[in-house]
């Protein structure tokens, strides 16, 4: 029904035929008046010199047609033709619709309404004893700026930069004492390609992030979805998620340690009430083959938050008037989701994968703490490995080197994320 | 107004770095890492009046103290800044590596002519020792022992502690069998405790220079283990317990034994409400050959080799006093009269209290004592065999103890050199 509307709104269209069918349509949508962009036509007072309803109402009645039925397509001409407004093409439906009901409101184009044209002053003249001021203004604004962001670029420069530098530096050397450092051209990193050790650790960080990519980017997604749509509680829902986000990382791990205890642990204390008279005893971190989706079961449940944050405003961005459309044209959920959702959101998600993917081999905190690399170095990963290399086994030029490798190894992929954008970007 | 104020803030500075500056000069600050944290109150104030002791004994010195707990990382990266303490505790197990990278003074000047050395056992001084040169001074000692749950054994009419492994494997049987849901003991997967049973299988780790852990007595001991584990179910059936899910289960009754040192019980009794006074503690079984040993291990100070040689006078002085008969007598009284729990790992491994009823457990526990190689690559080469021996023989009931064993051997061969 509601459709019908837009398949009839043309190019031309008298008054006449506009207030029919909006009374139509509001008569036909009296308990859809949330979503529809008709209901906005409610609001809009109509000046009593451009269209007089009433004595239209009266016409109407008179000749016992129903507005929408008297403008149907065939009979339009028929229609008195005094206020006929033209409407290009390019706009969409919804735009038009706007267009005519801004004229109708007011009788002319926004642009003609006197109360809201703007009066022009002319520019001050330029003279040239202001320009020396002019200088010394601008000179002035760019002194302030460079010493407001000084501070914070020191402590970055100091903080940031300083250990990147220093560990490149270190990556060449090798320490027999703290004092006498030798340097070792690229020994240390010939050494990272043919160590098992790394590699192993790659591989556990690659599976972690792959999880991580695969239930950390999906699972947030559904949930802003839920949260979107949700009409009751979504603020408290958006705060419950995001409050593990805000929980530190060394107290949760122990929490959810505790959790996973294969002996005494709440998760397979719960499990065990579904299956009475046998106590589920699973090795959430003890045994190997689980290990890592444990730890990436705990990493997205502290990194879920962020990314519920992040969709929700990819799809705040979203026009409304796609989805009011598709509402019109009986779209389901699922159609929504399908064609207007995950489009809209692609780079969103782009930006959520990478995200989670370099945060997923930089996890540490939770591996360290929960099972520090076990059982049967299981579970070591790239960040805990070069830990222990530098502190454990004290190979401090080593682990620089790994760190170092580690690095680029994150620059390619941060890069590749961004060509993939630059390109992604050209081809629209 | 903006050059005066910038003018006031130079003044304001330039005096607090005179102030300071005089301050230090006035004083030699000699920053200390052995403060007791604010939790144990107790124990901070025996620690505030020594240090007050001391700061008049030496009047021109002002100790700066700070509670730490060793970490590998952070000691490293302060002693690596050069800001590191003049005086700290560490773990004696990690001074050869800690020495190997130059953070640790060498001690022997001081040392050779203190009288006290000849006091402290000749374990304990192997453990600081590198190629004849000593890099810390023992302080505390400790043994491993096991801890029983008395309540447990009471309940189960056991009437005394395991004396041999074979013991063990009884009284788990007679404890699951009375008490279905607690276990007889539970052993982590670490070379710290795994050692003590090397030891009593007639083995070591560490001889000539080489390391040797594809011995005979290496598989006995993993054996011994792993039967405990999946043939005796004297352990809970858990894939893995580390040391704090022990502890936990042990205070918590599930567990009638389990190893450990004593300084571990106040802890337990304050992370896990456990009840000191249930606990016994008792040598470690003998082996099957009838080998009873255990290890020593304990802290030790040591000086920052960066500081200037009068401090490192002055640090040597401070661990003089902190080690001399009357401070670890005064200490002992005081700890009575605040009604402190006394455990031996609280004294000076050379104590002259050792005749006292508080350290009889530990009386005699020198004469089986062994000392872990003090080879720098050990700490490195402990954590790969967790990880690669003990927690698969945890996880893996059909192991083949040789083939792992040999695994372990070439990969170290390959990665240290050994």
């Keep these: 029904m509601s459709d019908d509307i837009f398949g009839k709104v043309g190019n031309e269209l008298s008054e006449n035929a ?30 009593e010199s451009v269209v007089d309803i009433a004595k239209r109402r009266e016409k109407r009645e008179k000749s016992q047609v129903s507005g929408f039925q008297s403008l149907s397509s065939s009979n339009l001409a028929k229609v008195n033709l005094v206020n006929v407004i033209k409407l290009p093409d390019t706009l969409s439906q919804t735009q038009k619709l706007k267009k005519v009901f801004r004229y109708r409101r007011y009788g002319m ?37 460079l010493g407001l962001i000084m501070p914070a670029m020191i402590i970055f420069l100091l903080f940031s930069w300083m250990p990147i530098f220093k560990t490149f530096s270190i990556a060449f050397q090798k320490f027999q004492t703290i004092n006498s450092a030798e340097y070792v051209g690229l020994s240390n990193f010939l050494n990272i390609l043919s160590d098992a050790k790394f590699w192993d650790a790659c591989l556990h960080s690659g599976i972690l992030s792959a999880i991580v990519i695969v239930l950390g980017t999906w699972l947030p997604l559904f949930l802003a979805l839920y949260i979107y749509e949700a009409r009751h509680g979504s603020s408290l829902m958006k705060v419950l998620y995001f409050i593990p986000f805000l929980t530190p990382a060394v107290p949760a791990a122990i929490l959810w340690k505790w959790m996973y205890n294969q002996g005494f642990g709440v998760i397979n204390s719960l499990l065990s009430l579904f ?58 959920v699922a159609s929504k989701i399908k064609n207007i959702i995950l489009p809209s959101l692609v780079p969103v998600i782009m930006a959520v994968v990478f995200i989670q993917i370099i945060n997923g081999m930089q996890v540490f905190s939770e591996v360290y703490i929960m099972t520090n690399g076990g059982p049967v170095g299981s579970s070591e990963v790239i960040a805990t490995y070069m830990y222990k290399k530098a502190f454990l086994y004290m190979d401090i030029g080593y682990a620089s080197g790994v760190a170092v490798f580690f690095l680029f190894l994150l620059v390619t992929i941060t890069l590749f994320r961004m060509n993939l954008s630059n390109a992604r970007k050209a081809a629209k | 107004m ?18 300071r500056a005089q301050d230090e000069n006035a004083s030699t600050v000699l920053t200390v890492w052995n403060m007791p944290s604010a939790a144990d109150k107790n124990q901070l104030d025996v620690w505030g009046s020594e240090t007050e002791t001391f700061e008049k004994m030496f009047p021109g010195v002002k100790i700066k103290g700070i509670s730490r707990e060793y970490k590998p990382q952070e000691f490293v990266s302060v002693m690596a800044s050069g800001k590191g303490p003049d005086v700290a505790h560490i773990p004696i197990t990690a001074i050869p590596s800690m020495a190997k990278y130059g953070f640790l003074a060498r001690l022997n000047s001081f040392t050779d002519g203190w009288d006290q050395k000849d006091y402290m056992p000749a374990i304990m001084w192997d453990s600081v020792k590198i190629d004849n040169d000593v890099y810390g001074i023992p302080y505390d ?3 491993t022992t096991l801890f029983y749950r008395k309540d447990i054994f009471d309940k189960c009419g056991i009437s005394g502690p395991p004396k041999t492994w074979q013991d063990i494997i009884t009284i788990s049987r007679e404890i699951s069998a009375k008490m279905p849901d607690t276990w007889g003991i539970a052993l982590p997967p670490d070379m710290f405790y795994f050692i003590d049973f090397i030891w009593q299988a007639g083995g070591d780790v560490y001889s000539q220079g080489k390391l040797n852990l594809n011995s005979p007595a290496v598989i006995t001991a993993l054996k011994f ?11 809970p059936p858990q894939d893995i317990l580390y040391e704090s899910d022990i502890e936990q289960l042990f205070s918590a009754g599930k567990i009638a034994m389990m190893p450990g040192v004593a300084k571990q019980l106040p802890v337990m009794a304050r992370r896990y409400g456990l009840d000191i006074s249930n606990v016994v503690i008792v040598p470690l079984p003998a082996g099957d050959g009838g080998a009873q040993a255990w290890h020593a291990g304990g802290e030790a100070f040591v000086i920052n080799d960066a500081i200037s040689p009068e401090k490192k006078k002055l640090a040597f002085e401070y661990i003089k006093f902190r080690l001399s008969p009357l401070t670890q007598l005064s200490r002992f009284m005081m700890m009575k009269q605040l009604g402190m729990i006394i455990f031996p790992g609280d004294f000076s491994c050379a104590t002259n ?22 080879y720098y690559k050990w700490p490195m080469i402990r954590e790969d065999f967790n990880r690669y021996v003990l927690e698969k023989v945890f996880t893996d009931s059909d192991v083949d103890y040789r083939q792992v064993l040999y695994d372990f051997m070439e990969r170290i061969k390959k990665e240290y050199n050994e």
Excluded: C
């Design chain 2, 2 to 19: 903006k050059k005066t104020a910038a003018l006031a803030i130079v003044f304001a500075a330039l005096f607090f770095l005179q102030a």
């Design chain 2, 141 to 143: 000692s400790y043994f």
């Design chain 2, 225 to 235: 283990w792993s039967d405990l584990k999946f043939r005796y179910k004297a352990m």
């Design chain 2, 353 to 374: 209290l050792i005749n006292r009823p508080e350290f009889a457990n530990v009386k005699g526990l020198l004469s089986y004592a062994h000392a872990e190689p003090t």
């Design chain 1, 18 to 47: 506009i207030s029919g069918m909006v009374e139509e349509e509001l008569r036909s949508h009296k308990k859809e008046d949330a979503s529809l962009p008709i209901i906005k036509l409610k609001l809009a007072p109509t000046a």
């Design chain 1, 275 to 332: 299956t009475p008279g046998h106590q589920v005893a699973i090795g959430w971190l003890t045994n190997p083959h689980l290990v890592l989706l444990s730890i990436a079961i705990v990493f997205i449940w502290k990194n879920t938050g962020w990314a519920i944050l992040i969709y929700m405003a990819g799809l705040q961005n979203i026009p409304k008037n796609l989805f009011e459309d598709a509402a019109l044209n009986g779209a389901s």
């Design chain 1, 109 to 145: 184009q926004m642009r003609d309404v006197p109360q809201l044209r703007r009066e022009s002053k002319p520019l001050p003249e330029r003279r040239k004893q202001d320009f020396g001021k002019l200088r010394r203004y601008r000179a002035q604004k760019k002194r302030l700026g």
